[in-house]
């Protein structure tokens, strides 16, 4: 009889499925966050030390620089560095974040779950120091939680004392903010005001009513009265610096400064408040979504409601000071017109001239005095005017060691070129002309192309930004098990960063698309060589922006080839060799 000889089974070996970083210690980052960065403060050593201390305690080895937001709001994410650590956490560069309570992270609650859940979803361990909660227990989430809703109430709480605040000064005839200002003074006793030191106050000066400076009053009317009567700003403040007055924190003036004494109306016994509505302004986000956001401090005038102030105005007589304040809005407004920046044109080829090396801009230079021609019409001759390549004098880094021509040259050549163009014939215009009809009849197709796509992706980005709110609200009802919610917002962050990848390079291609526009008729080609001939700098340079695109200069004498011109009715002129390197 045969007998069937049975093994025993194998033994397996025991699959090991320890993660990678099993067998090492922890890798922790510290991060730093204080709305309002002073030079004496101490809350971010604070900070650092507590979560140096966890680490410590934890076994948890530091292994970067600790980062930090100095001067950043808790209610915004925008403009610190969340985004910057959570690439850190995709490039596994750490694997615990250490704050020093829940509230450096965010007083947004909604927005701060959605990030910490980002860096969960990475596989990070979020930690705080004084308020330590184990995030990845239920008990442990629902506390972060609630400490992240405590510290939203307290902003939101802090938020509407200041508003009180504001409104009860208001009502008192009082400004904004306590500090002093040019042309009064507080009291003779307190000590005076100095940049991040808290303000000292006694019985006397504690109302807040500032008292008329005898030395510096007379000196703001001054200014009131000669702006009214139009003597230039510039003028102004060489004065008052040649008069070695200085401004209410000790610095020399500058023209900001004296708008910003002007414009508060102080002098002139008002004291002013923005208007609500235009506090703040409704911004559009990248993903689609929107937020409020404070506009800029530097405001228009008209951004502003001004009241009767508590305070005596530097001129007694208040028919004189509403008379002032009109004249100095009005001219005030008359200015503001014009951007800050606003530096007009000089010649008539300034900005259009081009290096033919590097495609760099050139710069002017004027002849010495000592061999200067006479000025035509208050400007310089344009044989004393140079352009040179402006990477060459600067950096040395033109290719070709730049390229130089006298303003009085180029316009020669530009006028030759001008002519060459009004009088070409009706053959050779209609071939440019259907040559350039198809390329912007490509060229709106294009666009419209690209258009319609970022069109859909910012209703694609709409859509996953309510997506990721109703995936939070979920959460926080506790309807989605963590589990799948995480699964779920890993999808969503890999989809919209998929998506904002995708709409930044249309944008750039958007941005680097030219429009073409249609040559001019004959008769306004002449016309303009007419105009040109009797216009001044200025004007000539406004007309020459109607027609040309760039002008690239070359080496050489002067000749018909100095220059090659490339009108607003071609494509941009190929890219030059440093371009090409670039």
Known sequence: MRTTVTTAPLRLRPVDNRPSTAGRRKRGLIYVRVSKARADMISPELQVGHAQALAKAEHIDVVHQPIMDLGETGREFEE??????KQLARDKQFDVLILWIWSRFGRNLRESLQHLDALMDYGIEVRAAKED?????TIGRFAIAQMLNIAELESNQKADSWRDTFERRRNKGLPHANRGRFGYYRCETCPPWEFGKKLETCPKCRSGVLHLDPVTGPVLARLYRDYALGVSLRQLVVGLNRSRIKTFTGKPFTSGDLHAILDSGFGLGFVRYVIPELSHVVVTRSDGSTKKKRVNRQRDITAYLYYRGAHEAVIKDPV??????DAYTKRRMSQSKRHFSFNPARYSLSSILRCSSCGGRMQTALRNKKYRRPTINGMPNPLDVTFRCANHIDGKSCPGNGTYVSLAVAEKWFLVWLDSEAAMNEEAVAV??????????QGDEGLQTLQDRVEEIDRQLGGLQTQEDKLTDAVLAQLVPDESARRKRAALDARKSALLKERKELHTELGSMEEIAPRPEKEHLLTARRIYEAASQADRRELVSKLVREIRVYKGASSPSKIAVYPLWEPSPPPTSLELSA
Not at 133 to 137: E, H, L, M, N, V
Not at 432 to 441: D, I, P, Q, S
Request: proline share 0%; hydrophobic share 40%.
């Open 320 to 325: 004189e000071c509403e008379k002032l304040w």
């Open 133 to 137: 909660f184990d995030g990845k227990t």
């Open 432 to 441: 440019v002309r259907a040559k350039m009809a198809l390329l912007k009849g």
């Open 80 to 85: 610190r560095k969340i985004e910057e650590i």
